[in-house]
């Protein structure tokens, strides 16, 4: 039996024609940017996962830097983040001139550790990118005490948990802002680049919404050095039949997680935390193995696809090496980068499959 990491085309085959004769009314009323496509998925988005509003953008990366000029970050400011995520979590403090600090991670949730936030706050610290990793939401409540103390603000980076809570609040609401990524291999992806930004500050969503169009309130007016962060009026429309699906698929992919959980008894497998106080979405199935790479060999012998997310943590990556971090240095984001291994979760995936996969894995 073969189990793919991921298949992308089983699910646009599904709504090809729904997708197709939306593209075709964009195409033929011609609002390619923003527009009423946008605008709709925008209230959809906003009403079925409970944002106050919604601004559609052209990527997850480009939220996330409006989250960093929306908490002041700039040059001569520290901002605490994780190493153990996608670059682009951390592109937006730097965009502004910000350093980032890395901190070590969850050894559970692999999300950013709240104690070592706390212990790395200095005088010179503005603000914290926190990301919900792999769809698990972070510790917030402990997040949020230390951020209230010390006056920072707390961007949130979505990208891999739409649709998930935090004692019953959607994520993105819990901090200052949140952002979100519908790069197509999301849980909830387009046909090409795409992202949002919410917030429960009107006036971060409002100074967002200035940035994303050239700082232009209006027509010719410029109130600000703004972006272009527009999304594009096809993606919206896209967006917009998919997120009808989003609930059904979020289930899935729990049911998935659910089955692998029970599966999955070595005693020398870690499996990701799920805490009580969040739900998470699945973005990711990812355990730990201390011979992760022959683990890896052994499921591709049985035909199934997995991945490395992520093989090398931002502290140690190139771009960072004049912040001087040496290896060793965040222990456990640097073991975890080591031993994971993401195991396929999509909602198509069979239950025949999930069993193949656990039965592969119990035989390794
Ligand atoms: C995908 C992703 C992003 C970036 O999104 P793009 O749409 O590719 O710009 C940011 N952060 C995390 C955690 C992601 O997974």
Redesign the pocket.
Known sequence: MKVPFLDLQLQHQAIRTEVLAALADTYDHTRFCLGQDVEQFEQAFSATLGYPGTLGMN????P?HLGSLCGGFGPGDEVITTPF??A??CWGISYTGATPVFVDIDPDTWCISPAAIAAAITPRTKGLVV?H?FGQPARMDEIMAVARAHRLFVVE?C??AVGATYRGVPVGLVGDCG?F???PT?NLGGCG???AFVSRHPAVLDRARLLRVHGSPRRYLHTEVGFNFRMDGFQGAVLNIKLRQLAGWTARRRAIAAQYRAGLTRSDVQLPAAPPTAESVWHQFTLLHPQRDALRSHLQQHGIGTDIIYPGPMHLQPCYAALGYAAGSLPVAEQTSRHCLSLPIFPELTDAQVAHVITAINSF
Not at 59 to 62: F, K, R, V
Request: aromatic share 14%; charged share 15%.
């Open positions: 990527s997850g990366t480009s996330l995520t996608f682009s979590s990301v990793l980076d990208a891999q952002t990524s519908f790069y999301k680049e795409g992202g």
